[in-house]
T-cell receptor, first 113, second 114 residues
Framework: GAGVSQSPSNKVTEKGKDVELRCDPI?????LYWYRQSLGQGLEFLIY????????KSGLPSDRFSAERTGGSVSTLTIQRTQQEDSAVYLC???????????FGSGTRLTVV | AQSVTQLDSQVPVFEEAPVELRCNYS??????LFWYVQYPNQGLQLLLK??????LVKGINGFEAEFNKSQTSFHLRKPSVHISDTAEYFC????????????FGKGTTLSVSS
């Protein structure tokens, strides 16, 4: 596609529920990244997929967070048993190479009530 | 591992004044450096990047940044700002070896008033 597409754009969920956030990267981009943006905290790296290699999960804050990337394209970030501190904007980005910078999606704003 | 420190969380300036947004990084390996801009209610957009070569890099909208290896800095500058430059600016660093992701600073909010 023309850009990185994320859905839903907004999600309100009750504490304790599971949520799934979707990312459609730019066609042909081999690398896909998830970040979390909280007020005053900048962008926090969560997870990185590169081709068929094992993902770099070093940024996931707890075992309630997981992500997968099917067929080297679409990715889903899953948060189980959501907590209020999970409220943030979740951003997805993709790239075709490391030197080009990333193209970001518009994000999913998650609110846990 | 890499880290980024943006020294100012907020920078208020008047229109047509010069501005400098400061960024320092830490890394044990050579790095690539980036500045991203996020306008209100919009996504992140690449402003400029340093990969190698000339230490002065020019980006979109009249911004430029200078890589200083000895001071581990990558400050962003613009000689004359406009109201439309009001946004949040993020500095980011990536180690130049494969398998590393961009690490972002906490951002600097630039507020331009008339």
């Amino acid at each position: 596609g023309a850009g990185v597409s994320q859905s839903p754009s907004n999600k309100v969920t009750e504490k304790g529920k599971d949520v799934e956030l979707r990312c459609d990267p730019i066609s042909g981009h081999t690398a896909l990244y998830w970040y979390r943006q909280s007020l005053g905290q900048g962008l926090e790296f969560l997870i990185y997929f590169q081709g068929n290699s094992a993902p770099d999960k070093s940024g996931l804050p707890s075992d309630r967070f997981s992500a997968e990337r099917t067929g080297g394209s679409v990715s889903t970030l899953t948060i189980q048993r959501t907590q209020q501190e999970d409220s943030a904007v979740y951003l997805c980005a993709s790239s075709s190479g490391r030197k080009g910078g990333y193209t970001f999606g518009s994000g999913t704003r998650l609110t846990v009530v | 591992a890499q880290s980024v420190t943006q020294l100012d969380s907020q920078v208020p300036v008047f229109e047509e004044a010069p501005v400098e947004l400061r960024c320092n990084y830490s890394s044990s390996v050579s790095v690539y450096l980036f500045w991203y801009v996020q306008y209100p209610n919009q996504g992140l957009q690449l402003l400029l990047k340093y990969l190698s070569g000339s230490t002065l890099v020019k980006g979109i909208n009249g911004f430029e940044a200078e890589f200083n290896k000895s001071q581990t800095s990558f400050h962003l500058r613009k000689p004359s700002v406009h109201i439309s430059d009001t946004a949040e600016y993020f500095c980011a660093v990536m180690g130049n070896q494969a398998g590393t992701a961009l690490i972002f600073g906490k951002g600097t909010t630039l507020s331009v008033s008339s």
